[in-house]
């Protein structure tokens, strides 16, 4: 396999997990769970998302459930949010661990 055919099989595979990430932003989304939608290893899948995205996994997840976090709090007509739209209730949602990292 090519460079380029390699650049590209990778670059379909990690806009798979973006998506799948993007739809299950309140499930699973480890590491393992990941790798796994890639078809690859997790030591593998870990290394490869971060240098493509240029955050670690963990990170890559915690960004995308807050930019639709904030999205759902700014934005009253969005059907696929919940009522009642709240920062504690983001919490809980998305899994963030806000009041524990704030205490």
Known sequence: MTDLTSNAA???????????????????????????????????FHRQLTAFVGVSVARSVQLMRLRSAAHCLSSPGITRCWKPRSVQVMNGHFQFNLYKSIN
Request: aromatic share 14%; charged share 15%; no cysteine.
């Open 10 to 44: 990778y670059t379909k595979r990690f806009n798979t997990v973006l998506t799948y990430i993007e739809a299950n932003l309140e499930g699973d989304l480890s590491v393992t769970t990941l790798s796994r939608v890639a078809n690859f290893s997790a030591f593998h």
